[in-house]
């Protein structure tokens, strides 16, 4: 029922909406607690704030998105009546979907 010590570790933290702030300061009974840490910068990669609250401390947790090497549709446009023999170039496709370069192999 007393004023508690509140701090936090790897993140910020906002007490009844206020300024997010890091180090300690002091939470009432019924205040609310808010927490704020910054995402891992890899693919699939979890970041753990831990926030103590007198002595009772509690993780709160985020983890990145898995990486997406599947590009959405495309495709090239059929060339027909072409003389034999010809080096015939497709149409350009702007390839999308992804979150990094990729492998990028062609047959024939």
Same mark, same amino acid.
């Given at each position: 029922?007393?004023?508690?010590?509140?701090?936090?570790?790897?993140?910020?933290? /906002?007490?009844?909406?206020?300024?997010?702030?890091?180090?300690?300061?002091?939470?009432?009974?019924?205040?609310?607690?808010?927490?704020?840490?910054?995402?891992?910068?890899?693919?699939?990669?979890?970041?753990?704030?831990?926030?103590?609250? +007198?002595?009772?401390?509690?993780?709160? /947790?985020?983890?990145?998105?898995?990486?997406?090497?599947?590009?959405?549709?495309?495709?090239?446009?059929?060339?027909?009546?072409?003389?034999?023999?010809?080096?015939?170039?497709?149409?350009?496709?702007?390839?999308?979907?992804?979150?990094?370069?990729?492998?990028?192999?062609?047959? +024939?």
């Amino acid at each position: 029922n007393d004023a508690a010590p509140v701090s936090v570790e790897n993140g910020l933290f /906002s007490i009844d909406g206020g300024a997010y702030q890091a180090g300690a300061a002091i939470i009432s009974n019924g205040q609310t607690l808010t927490v704020q840490l910054t995402a891992a910068a890899g693919f699939e990669q979890e970041a753990v704030a831990t926030v103590t609250v +007198n002595e009772t401390a509690q993780g709160f /947790s985020a983890t990145t998105q898995a990486q997406d090497i599947t590009p959405d549709a495309f495709s090239f446009t059929a060339q027909t009546g072409v003389v034999k023999g010809a080096v015939i170039t497709s149409n350009t496709v702007t390839i999308t979907g992804i979150d990094n370069g990729v492998l990028l192999t062609i047959e +024939n």
